[in-house]
């Protein structure tokens, strides 16, 4: 056997690519590890990305910025950041520093995810009509397991691709929320806790898993009195939805981060404990950017 040898991660690194550069450092069954090196690179306007397996991901030189569909503000990445980028989280780089190259290293989870990370959702055919009196609208039609999608007679096959991938994603999302709704029944955990941590005081008009939020774990609409859970969080130990809900419901009482917000939440046995936990996932502990 040959002695492994360690390599450097900076060392090979090119100074000012022209385009990113991916190269595979690791390749086994269910994990990828890539070096990623941008030098201003961003990902076009009006584009998303968007993945079917989950990533992590670290800056560890330069700086970035990334956005998540339906989030107001972009993230912003310095060397040391990382973050998890769900599966099917729809994301783009805003910004890479064009003056310095900016080195990430990804880490692709695959496989083994388990229901619900997605909705049941499958499309076997998905049936295209390109039309020559359509510019620019493009329409999706579903039934059963059949996509049709009409377009533009001149779009090109990558934008079709991109398309398909953004209209099943979006049914995917759909029907997982329906599945996570019918499946769990976030208002009796609400209502119990709402009990036993705010001696049933709290009014809530509505609670649901929602899918359109990835890069936090809920958020409270204190005047509407309703709260959204991201799908995520159906998939963390019971203990962890737990604080994420009581987080919630104390925003009922406190909107904002003071001292008497963290005071209520405090009282939660695993508090400490599921703050480390969703930390360790990437996610931000204050959950909204600025709540209406
Ligand atoms: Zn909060």
Redesign the pocket.
């Known amino acids: 056997m040959n002695t492994p040898q360690p390599a450097n991660i900076f060392r090979s690194a090119p100074a000012a690519p022209d385009k990113e550069q991916f190269t595979t450092l690791l390749e086994q069954q269910e994990v990828k590890i890539e070096r990623i090196v941008s030098f201003g690179q961003r990902t076009p306007d009006g584009e998303w990305l968007q993945q079917e397996t989950g990533e992590w991901v670290m800056v560890l030189a330069g700086t970035a910025q990334l956005s998540f569909e339906g989030e107001p503000r972009p993230l912003n990445l310095a060397a040391g950041d990382y973050l998890y980028i769900p599966a099917l989280a729809r994301h783009r780089v805003e910004r890479t520093d064009n003056r310095n190259k900016t080195v990430w290293l990804a880490v692709h989870v695959r496989g083994r995810q388990k229901s619900p990370a997605r909705g049941d959702a499958v499309i076997e055919t998905v049936k295209v009509i390109r039309s020559s009196r359509r510019r620019r609208t493009v329409t999706a039609r579903f039934e059963a397991t059949t996509m049709e999608v009409r377009v533009p007679h001149t779009i090109s096959e990558a934008k079709l691709k991109e398309i398909i991938a953004g209209f099943t994603g979006k049914l995917q999302r759909k029907l997982l929320k329906k599945q996570l709704n019918a499946r769990h029944d976030l208002a009796q955990v609400a209502a119990a806790l709402n009990k036993q941590y705010f001696n049933g005081a709290l009014k809530l008009n509505r609670i649901e898993y929602v899918t359109d939020q990835f890069s936090k774990f809920g958020c409270?609409d204190y005047r509407a009195r309703a709260i959204r859970v991201a799908h995520h969080v159906a998939e963390m130990p019971v203990w962890v939805r737990d604080y994420v809900l009581i987080?919630?419901l104390a925003?009922l009482v406190q909107p904002d981060?003071s001292p008497a917000f963290w005071a209520l939440v405090n009282r939660y046995r695993h508090a400490e404990r599921a703050r480390g936990y969703l930390l360790a996932k990437g996610y931000e502990l204050?959950?909204?950017r600025q709540q209406e």
């Open positions: 409270c987080h919630e925003h981060h204050n959950d909204e």
